[in-house]
């Protein structure tokens, strides 16, 4: 069910991690070394993501092996959408990938999000991907499409300064491969074409009516890795686990990456979902908790007889 684990999303991204709390990425580093030392000694066969840079940028996975964060993950992730919100040309993914290997050659890198939205025209989502294909498919072993489905504009979209971000915030509901009302886009087939390679990433808001729909789709066209999301804000939620059963028990045909992130209000040190939390212990107990009901180390015993 579970591949691996993400230990946060875009966490050199302000919309994600809150850099007045936290200038230096040192809380980071101190909370991730910890998560994934938890979720090592659940089940070691996990693979530990380091939570997608967005920006890509060589300097802050220096920064982060400086604090020995690298030692405990696996897997470097990056996301990029140059088509959107980068300043660089999408025929650049090479180059920007070649970049974070000289400095961890020794680990996977991942593209966890990589999207090109419709916001324009249908067509230019159209180019992104399969271009996007082309570049990356055999470069890097997984790789996931933001995403599925448009985020409706009702529910807003997880950023700093919503819409006064203009252009940049009504981008992100433009980003899927299904309008919010169902619609298919002319990208959903060119997508098809490339789903045994390339994995999808879509996040599933608390209790999302979605959730069996996307199944669906994934079925209908192929889709082998995704990528989803479980929140440790949400955990304290009436009914959270129940969600957390029911969510992961529809995606347990798909190899997985999970990613656990955003601090509960009442454990940050500042009360928002990007703040560094007081106790990073708490985050690593989630992480925990989430391997051990969702992907439990199988005993030596089991697996020989398997």
Same mark, same amino acid.
């Given at each position: 069910?579970?591949?691996?684990?993400?230990?946060?999303?875009?966490?050199?991204?302000?919309?994600?991690?809150?850099?007045?709390?936290?200038?230096?990425?040192?809380?980071?580093?101190?909370?991730?070394?910890?998560?994934?030392?938890?979720?090592?000694?659940?089940?070691?066969?996990?693979?530990?993501?380091?939570?997608?840079?967005?920006?890509?940028?060589?300097?802050?996975?220096?920064?982060?092996?400086?604090?020995?964060?690298?030692?405990?993950?696996?897997?470097?992730?990056?996301?990029?959408?140059?088509?959107?919100?980068?300043?660089?040309?999408?025929?650049?993914?090479?180059?920007?990938?070649?970049?974070?290997?000289?400095?961890?050659?020794?680990?996977?890198?991942?593209?966890?999000?990589?999207?090109?939205?419709?916001?324009?025209?249908?067509?230019?989502?159209?180019?992104?991907?399969?271009?996007?294909?082309?570049?990356?498919?055999?470069?890097?072993?997984?790789?996931?499409?933001?995403?599925?489905?448009?985020?409706?504009?009702?529910?807003?979209?997880?950023?700093?300064?919503?819409?006064?971000?203009?252009?940049?915030?009504?981008?992100?509901?433009?980003?899927?491969?299904?309008?919010?009302?169902?619609?298919?886009?002319?990208?959903?087939?060119?997508? @098809?074409?490339? $789903? *045994?390679?390339?994995?999808? +990433?879509?996040?599933?808001?608390?209790?999302?009516?979605? =959730?069996?729909? &996307?199944?669906?789709?994934?079925?209908?066209?192929?889709?082998?890795?995704?990528?989803?999301?479980?929140?440790?804000?949400?955990?304290?939620?009436?009914?959270?686990?129940?969600?957390?059963?029911?969510?992961?028990?529809?995606?347990?045909?798909?190899?997985?990456?999970?990613?656990?992130?955003?601090?509960?209000?009442?454990?940050?040190?500042?009360?928002?979902?990007?703040?560094?939390?007081?106790?990073? @212990?708490?985050? $690593? *107990?989630?992480?925990?908790? +989430?391997?051990?009901?969702?992907?439990?180390?199988?005993? =030596?015993?089991? &697996?020989?007889?398997?």
């Amino acid at each position: 069910m579970i591949e691996a684990a993400m230990l946060w999303n875009e966490p050199n991204n302000k919309s994600h991690w809150d850099p007045e709390v936290d200038p230096d990425w040192s809380k980071f580093g101190a909370m991730v070394t910890g998560a994934a030392k938890a979720i090592a000694a659940v089940n070691p066969d996990v693979k530990r993501v380091l939570g997608g840079m967005s920006p890509i940028d060589a300097s802050f996975i220096q920064r982060l092996r400086g604090y020995g964060v690298i030692d405990h993950v696996d897997v470097i992730a990056v996301h990029g959408f140059p088509l959107d919100w980068n300043l660089w040309p999408i025929h650049d993914w090479p180059q920007r990938i070649a970049e974070i290997e000289a400095v961890v050659p020794n680990h996977e890198l991942w593209v966890t999000e990589v999207g090109v939205g419709s916001f324009g025209a249908e067509e230019v989502q159209v180019f992104g991907i399969d271009r996007t294909a082309e570049l990356l498919i055999g470069r890097v072993p997984r790789i996931f499409w933001y995403s599925l489905f448009d985020l409706p504009q009702a529910w807003g979209a997880t950023t700093r300064h919503k819409e006064a971000e203009g252009s940049s915030y009504y981008r992100h509901f433009y980003m899927g491969l299904i309008k919010a009302d169902g619609t298919p886009k002319l990208a959903l087939d060119h997508y @098809a074409r490339h $789903a *045994d390679s390339m994995g999808l +990433m879509q996040w599933f808001h608390f209790e999302d009516p979605r =959730l069996d729909e &996307a199944v669906a789709w994934m079925r209908r066209l192929g889709v082998k890795h995704l990528r989803t999301g479980l929140s440790w804000a949400d955990s304290f939620r009436p009914g959270a686990r129940d969600w957390f059963d029911r969510q992961m028990e529809a995606l347990a045909e798909f190899e997985t990456t999970v990613t656990f992130c955003f601090t509960p209000e009442h454990l940050g040190i500042e009360p928002h979902h990007t703040s560094a939390p007081v106790d990073p @212990a708490g985050f $690593a *107990d989630f992480c925990a908790e +989430m391997i051990e009901r969702y992907a439990p180390a199988v005993p =030596l015993r089991a &697996a020989a007889n398997g």
